[in-house]
Structures are given as structure tokens and as C-alpha cells.
């Protein structure tokens, strides 16, 4: 298959909606010149950028009762972007990645699609060193923990990147990784609590996953 098929959907928040254009579904694929192989996605892999999931409306709801003011944020693995929209949208001072070759041109699409300023944007792993991005006082994202070699890599790089007294909220759908990811983060000095997410509909299904903060300790 070489083109995707798309949709576009507008997730309602306190203050503002949110319009995305997004996958039209997780069995899109587009990779004709191998940019997103030669990156290690496969075919399976590549359509999770450009979907919402469940984990990223908690993180976003999170972020929209969260007092953000002031503060310098990084969304990592943002896929398509959710959070980093609408802390835009507030005007707040966001940076997003992720390792998707894709992201950053959806990214910008939805951003133009908000009537948004620019949102930096740096395609990136976890692996890179020397990003550049600097460091922030809120690091946030959602649903991350793949496999078990994301434990080390992902604490890592919230660490370069964490300013003094920095919080981290990663929201984890409970993919098995999460107390180990926990334990990472503790060893690099970070304090970790975890909390479930708040049922704001009654009607529908709690969120099984768990919330996971963590306070820096230089």
C-alpha cells in the first residue's frame, strides 16, 4: 500500500476544541522509500504515530486542569500530538518529539489546523545524546513503554532533559513495564508516585492504566 487514508476528528476540552487530522484507522501504511524501515518501524508499528489513543486523551485532560503556566514542557513521543496541541493552543512554551518520520508533518498540519503558532519539533530517539532541546521543567507523554530496552533509554533521555525540580507525567496504559520503568527513575534520583486516572464518565469504562509522576532531586 503506498498512500494512507485519513480523518479528521475534534476532541473537546475545557476551554478550547482541538481539531486533528489524523490515520483513518491502524491498518494505514506508507513507507515507499524505506525512510520509516531504515528507522526500525515496521510495517505493524508504523500507523501507532497517527491515531489517538485512550493514553493520550488522559495525558491531555491531565494537562488541561494542570496549571502550565511559565513553564518550559516537553511532550516525548508525542505521535500525533494531543497534548502538545492543546498546551499550544494555551499559548504555552511546548517542544515536541518523537522517532516517527511521519509525526512532525502531522504535527504541523494540526497545528496549521488550529490556527497555531509553530510548535519546535525535533524527530528524535531516545538513544541521541546531544538533541540540543535543552532542559525543561515539565516533561510529559503517553503510552511509551513498548519493550524492555525503552526502561533505560526513555529514563535516560527525561534525564538530560530534566531541569532541576522538573515533574514528569508519563500515563501508561499497563503494558507491564511501568514499575520497572519506576525503578529506573528512582535510581536517577527522581521521587515516583502513581495514580489511576479519574472516571469522567461514569457510562463508559475507567481507564485501566496508571498515571506516573515523578519529581526531580538535583
Known amino acids: 500500500m503506498s498512500t494512507y487514508r485519513i480523518k479528521y476528528q475534534t476532541i473537546e476540552f475545557?476551554?478550547?476544541d482541538i481539531h486533528i487530522k489524523t490515520l483513518r484507522d491502524r491498518q494505514q501504511y506508507a513507507d515507499p522509500d524505506g525512510v520509516a524501515a531504515a528507522f526500525g518501524i515496521s510495517s505493524a508499528q508504523w500507523?501507532?504515530?497517527?491515531v489517538v489513543w485512550e493514553s493520550s486523551q488522559v495525558l491531555a485532560r491531565i494537562l488541561d486542569d494542570?496549571?502550565?503556566?511559565?513553564l518550559r514542557i516537553l511532550e516525548v513521543g508525542c505521535g500525533i500530538g494531543l497534548s502538545s496541541l492543546l498546551l499550544?493552543?494555551?499559548?504555552?512554551?511546548?517542544?515536541?518529539?518523537?522517532?516517527?518520520?511521519m509525526a512532525g508533518e502531522f504535527l504541523l498540519s494540526n497545528t496549521a489546523l488550529n490556527d497555531g503558532e509553530v510548535i519546535p519539533f525535533l524527530r528524535t530517539g531516545w538513544d541521541n545524546q546531544h538533541t540540543g532541546l535543552g532542559r525543561f521543567n515539565l516533561i510529559v507523554g503517553s503510552d511509551l513503554l513498548y519493550e524492555t530496552e525503552h526502561i533505560h533509554l526513555l529514563s535516560q533521555f527525561i534525564k538530560q532533559h530534566a531541569k532541576p525540580n522538573c515533574e514528569v507525567i508519563?500515563?501508561?496504559?499497563?503494558?507491564?513495564?511501568?514499575?520497572?520503568?519506576?525503578?529506573a527513575m528512582t535510581t536517577l534520583g527522581f521521587a515516583h508516585s502513581q495514580t489511576n486516572a479519574p472516571n469522567e464518565d461514569p457510562a463508559s469504562e475507567p481507564f485501566k492504566g496508571k498515571i506516573l509522576r515523578y519529581l526531580s532531586g538535583e
Open 14 to 16: 475545557t476551554h478550547q
Open 88 to 101: 499550544n493552543a494555551r499559548h504555552e512554551d511546548i517542544t515536541a518529539t518523537d522517532h516517527h518520520p
Open 47 to 50: 500507523p501507532l504515530f497517527g
Open 66 to 70: 494542570k496549571d502550565t503556566r511559565g
Open 170 to 183: 508519563i500515563v501508561d496504559p499497563g503494558r507491564g513495564l511501568h514499575s520497572k520503568f519506576s525503578k
